[in-house]
Every structure is written in C-alpha cells, then in structure tokens.
C-alpha cells in the first residue's frame, strides 16, 4: 500500500496548482477597494489584457486596490463577456473594453449592448500601423495607393479578425481615397500578430495592425511601415509620417477603456471613477504610457458615455460600407 | 546570437526548479498514464489544459511535453509484463515484449524499451534543435494554399491509417469536422450552426470536446463493461541492465527506430503508432534471428520501442514551425498554445525563442529523468494497475469536470461536456475511433481557413490550390495515403483467399 503513495501525489500536486490561482487577499486601506476583479473579455496576451494588466499593476502600487484579479472569458468581439458582466451583482468589477468591442458588438447583432453597462473611463489610444512587406517596390504611402486604387479588388490587405479595427481602418482609408470600400479585399487572421505570415509569404499586399504587433519585423527589416494612424508619430517608428502628414486628414486610435455592471448605485460608480481618476494621475500610470507606447486617452462620466454612443455610430457606417452589416 | 546560444540559454532556465518541477510532474504523469491502458498522454494533456489559465506559457509546455514523451515509455512497460498496451504505440511492443517476459526475459525486454527509448529520444531532440530553426526559416514562404493542402494530407494519413476500418475513421474525421464549423465564420464573421444561442457563437471549446471525447468517453465505455478480473502480471527477474549479447542485439534497432521514427513524426503520417509497425517490419526483416519472431525477439521490442519516441520529437517539428499537429497530443498542445494567445508558426522562434528553447533543452533533462524512473522502477509503476477502476475513472471525472467548468466558466460549459462524452461513448461502443474526431475538430477550422484565403486572395479562382509546388506535391502525398492502404489490403485479400485481410 505505502509503495502506491507517490502516484497519488501527483494529481494532488495538481489540484494545488489549480487551487493556487484562486486564492487572493490581503488588507485593505480605508478608501481602496479590496477584491476588485477585471474581466478581459479575449484571450490572454492582447491588448486588452495588457491593458488590464497594467491597470491592476499601477491600481495595486498605487494602493487604490488590493487583491486585483485578472481574468479571461474569452468570445467573438468580447460580446461573451459583455453577456457576463450584464448579469453580474458584484459592484468589484471592472470589463476591459474598446473600440474593438464597439464593432463586435455591431457585427454579432448582440442583443447586450454598451448602453447595458455602466461606463467609468477611457483609459489608452494605441495608433495603428500599415505597413508592406520589405521586398514590394512601396517604398511609401503614395506608391502604395497609386497601385491600391489601380486594382482595389486583387489588392489585398490583411490584419487582425473580420470587423476588427485593423479591417475597420483600412475601409476609412479605402473611403478617403477614392475607393469603394465595399470593393475591399480583407484578409482575417486570429490577430495582428499572424497577419505576419500573410505578408512575408507575399499573399497580402498591406498590413493593418497594432504598432507593437509589427514594430519587431519592421525592425528586422522584413516589413516597411508607410503610415501610422495616430494624430502623432509613434515613439517606436519616429521616421513614420501619420496618415495626417501625408494628407489623408484622418486619425484613427484604437482605444480602450472600462466599464461596470449596470445599475451600479451612484456611490458605487463614484468609488470606480474615483480610483481610476486617482491612478491616471500618478507617475506610475505615466511610466507605462511612456512603455507600451500607448497614448493618454483618458476621459471619465457623461463625456464617455457619449463618446461610446458616437462610436457606435461612426461604426455602424463603416461596417455598412464595407458590405459586412446591412 | 544562433541555434547553440539560444538552446544553452534554453538549459539555463529548463535548470531552474520551476522548470525541473514541471518536467518532472510531465514525466511522472506521462509513464503514470503511459502504464494504464485506455488513458493515454492525449487524453492526458486534455485533462491538464485548464492549468494554461493559472500557469506561465512554458512551464505548461514543458508539463505537456513531459507527458507526451513520458506517455511513450510508460506504454511499454504494461505491453511487456501484461501483454496489454498501455498506450497504442505500444501495441506492437507487446508482440515480442510479452512473450520474452514469459520466456523470464521481462526484466531484459523492460532494459531495452527504456534505453531504446532514451537513446531515440535524445537522438530525436537534437534533431529538433537542428532542424527546427531552418524549417521555420522556410515555412515564412509557405501560401495559405500550402497550409490548406498540408491540413488536407493530415486528415487523409489520420483517418486513413488509424483503426482497422479507414470508413469508420473517415465518419469519425466528417464528426469532428461538423463539430468544427459550429460558431462565427472567420471570413464574413456571421455565425453558423447557433442555432440562435449566443453560447455557440463562438464555437464548440476545444478542452471541453477533447475531454468529452477522450475521457468521459472513455469513463463511460469503462463503466459499461466492468471488469472484476485482477490483472495478470509476468514476474520480473531483478537485472536492471542489458547483457552484453542483448545490447549487442539491440543497438541497431535503436538507431534504426529513431531514424525510421523521426522523419515519419515530422511528416503528417499518422503521428508514432504508424512508426511501430514500420519499424517492427524493418527489424523483422534485417535480424539474423528471423525465427525469434513472435517468439521473443529483442530487436521487436529495441526498434519500435526507440521509433515511437523518436517520432514524438519528430511531432513536434511541425507544431512549432507550421503550427500543424501530426498527431492527437499535438492537437490538444495546439490548442493550448491557443489559449495563451501564441500562434505556432514560422515566427515562433523569432517571437518566442525562450519559450522554445526551454522546451527543447527540458525534453532532454525529461529524457535523463525518465530513463532513471523506468529502468530501476518498472515493476512499481506496474502496480499502478493494481488501483481499482472505479476511483481512478472517478478521478478522471472529476478533473474533466472541473476543466470543463473553468474553462467555460458556466454550467452549460458541463452540459456540452456530457453531450460529447455520450457521443463519444457512442462511437466507441460502435468501433469508431475518436481520434479522428478530435483531429477533425482542432484542424477542420484550420482547413476552412486557409481554404477561404486562398480563395480570397485568388478572388475565387480554385486553381490556387494547386498553384504551389509544395501545394501539389502534399496533394499528391494524400492521394497516395488514401490510395496505397487500400491497394495493399485489395492485394492482400487476392493472396489470402478465404482468410481475412490483416490489418
């Protein structure tokens, strides 16, 4: 019997790694919130889960909150997780979103929508990159749309999922050039990352994506940005001109924010805004804009909750133009 | 910095006690499973998928990994002393294995599964750190056509050459692949087969099919048929190391294994069991001893025994570097890779290089650490079969429950779970092998994919398909997968009229 011990340790072994992650607390202050969680309603390793992690990083240093968890319930445009958090009663949680979700939203006809949810802040603008593999004769943005507007069909461009802002922003600069979006040819991929292969292996002629998902090709040399989408230059590409510099008069940034459940008592919502206000004004907060290159975008109370309704709109037309909802 | 810095730097952090814990664990529970019949390590990384929520990305691929090789060596433990496989690429093992261990060679048979094992799984691990880099260089020209036809290639080897009936693996594929399209339509993003439900939309959970299929399946086929028999051991004789006249005759069915194994497991052909059968030809066809066979050859043990872990290092040449799995474990490690938002790919290595290395220098130490738990401690492991069923299926439950529960973090997440486990029950009550099934499901999406982009970018033109070389040439390699077994058993039927066909 003794000897059929060291098998059983294993699966317990086990259990105790599973049970690891659950476990979390520790004192409070008096005016932090304890036990706040964010839900990121995508796959580890994107940008709202950075975004997410950042915020629990800065939350927890800057003792607004202690104990901050971060999960994942990963489902096409977040609109999963925006089902979740619409039936929550736990005052403690925050839902990482974005422009990202405003789309998905759109495209997966969800019946829950931003308005079901209490807004409490804009938190971060990333730019978005289009770029062209290093071996095309694009040396800039010009040659690039000269060939695009000669065969907009068989031009194709990839980026991240269909409806994603990589594919929202690349039917706006269809549009400000003179081609018909619902002419575009989109390349989806499982994220900006993947849309790599796409590119290297010849099969598009352009990328759309996050900066950071394209700023360690480009500087291998293997892809050429022409343009980034911000109203700025990235700090990672400063040679890049905006699509602004070039002429294109449009600025895109892919934002992200948070939201709570809805029907949070004012008191509640007020604690929220409070502790993001709170960490948006510390040095810690600025040290990682200034590292993952993100811009400020930060924006709290009625103006987000009327900025997520112009949002909506600006993408229910594109979406319309490109053929994707009718 | 090149390859050779990248895998010392690999050493260094496999070294730490985070990554030695996780890649003992792996190998503990990959010869743990690799002993017990009907759990193998498929089912197993099933099982241990929901550890991606809580763990970092590495120490779960050193754990998978572990488990994958460890699976391997357990397997033929329970062949030679039981004549039951423990592990389907092991099958073969037990032919010669168990009938040594009849004839009091046991302790022999046990020697040269273990080292054979070593030897072709360290040879096997070199050649992923060699060969790895410069295929994923080449895989960044690889076209969406090129994907698409690699994918289709996989699916003709996996159904064709698994279980006695390729009609029954080809139903089991058209399951999978049907289970598959559940959820958004990558291209045009509307949903299909929701039925309306919003819980579908974003398709059937991966963990939650391949748990369901492989071990509450497999729970549930237990239960129905219930044995009370205690398992027969052979007796082992206590000499741990191989006379000389046995290593002698083992030497060259080791290395014979591993370079039979490894090519095969790089090439979507059907992932290590194919490599037993071929390997076992192989030797049966060289040995200066022909009259042994099926009498207690040692050279049938030595040769599949060394092919089947050669060819799990071989496996792993294409997940890392095209992303494609050849076998059923490298499916589930696929999917793991996908919950922590990591592509495998030809830009792994660039992306990821710690991940990578680490992985390959902790498959050597998993090597080293293995050999020493199954040389001197098969006869332990073996008493593992003495737990009775029920708690052990118990056990299984539980832990897929559990995963089911975390990764869907709803109870309808447990409702789908039962769904597919009854269905998988089914198809094993009625002979269908599941494995197709899984296979189906993790590469039918992959398929559709490439085959809409293609599509796509060739603005419907469906000459894109075979608008490669490399496109045509896996092509031709499927049509050949399908075509050859079936030749070969029309033959085999004509020289054996009135018998029944092998295989």
Known sequence: MTRRRPFLVAPLLLAASLIAGCTSSSASGDDSIDGLRIMVPAKPGGGWHQTAQALQDVLQREKLATGVQVFNLEGPGGVAGLNKLVGEKDDELLMQMGKVMVAGIINNKSEKTLKDTTPIARLTGESLALVVPADTPFRNLEQFL??????????????????????????????????????????????????VARL??????????????????????????????????????????????????????????????????????????????????????????????????????????????????????????????? | MNSFDYLMQGFASALTPQSLMFALLGVLLGTLVGVLPGIGPAMTVALLLPITFSVPATSAFILFAGVFYGGMYGGSTTSILLNTPGESASIITALEGNKMAKLGRGAQALATAA??????????????????????????TLTSADYFALVVLAFCTVSAMLGASPLRGVASLTVGLALGLIGLDSVSGQPRFTFGLFELANGVDVVIAAVGMFAVGETLYVASRMRHAPPKLVPVNRTWWLPKEDLKRSWKPWLRGTFIGFPLGVMPAGGPVVTTFLSYAVE????????????????????????????????????????????????????????????????????????????????????????????????????????????????????ASLGAYASSQSWQGLLVLLGIGMLSYAMRRYGWPVVPAVVGLILGPIAEDNLRKTLLVSQGDPAALVGTPFAQAMLALALLAITVPLIMKTRARRRLPGQRAAG
């Open chain 1, 146 to 195: 000269t060939h695009w507007r000669g065969d907009p069909k068989g031009t194709v461009i990839t980026g991240g999922y269909v409806a994603d802002v990589d594919h929202i922003l690349a039917g706006l600069i269809a549009d400000r050039v003179g081609i018909d979006p619902a002419q575009l040819t989109y390349l989806p991929n499982a994220g900006g990352g993947e849309s």
């Open chain 2, 284 to 399: 049966k066809k060289l040995s200066k001893h022909p009259e042994e066979f099926g009498k207690g050859a040692i050279e049938g043990v030595a040769g599949p025994e060394a092919a089947n872990n050669a060819a799990v290092a071989g496996v792993l040449v294409p997940l890392l570097t095209l992303g494609l799995p050849t076998s059923a474990t490298a499916a589930i490690m696929l999917s793991a890779f996908g919950s922590y938002g990591i592509q495998p790919g030809p830009l792994l290595f660039e992306m990821q290089p710690e991940l990578v290395w680490t992985l390959i220098a902790s498959l050597c130490i998993g090597n080293v650490m293995l050999l020493v738990l199954n040389l001197p401690l098969a006869g332990i492991w073996v008493k593992v079969l003495q737990i009775p069923r029920p708690y052990l299926y118990a056990g299984i439950l539980v832990c």
């Open chain 1, 200 to 326: 290297l292996s010849g099969e598009a002629k352009a990328g759309i994506s996050g900066i950071t998902e394209y700023s360690e090709h480009i500087k291998a040399g293997k892809l050429r940005a022409i343009a980034v989408s911000g109203a700025h230059r990235s700090k990672l590409l400063p040679e890049v001109k905006t699509l602004t510099e070039q002429g294109m008069g449009l600025t895109y940034l892919n934002w992200r924010g948070v939201v709570a459940r809805p029907g949070l008592s004012e008191q509640a919502k007020q604690r929220l805004v409070n502790a993001v206000t709170k960490m948006h004004s510390s040095p810690a907060w600025k040290q990682t804009l200034k590292a993952k290159d993100w811009d400020d975008a930060f924006l709290v109370g009625p103006e987000f909750t009327s900025y997520i309704e112009t949002e909506d709109a600006a993408a229910r037309k594109v979406l319309r133009e490109i053929g994707l909802v009718n």
């Open chain 2, 115 to 140: 080292i054979g094992s070593f030897v072709a799984g360290t040879i096997g691990t070199v050649l992923l750190a060699l060969l790895a880099p410069v295929m994923a260089d080449w895989a960044v």
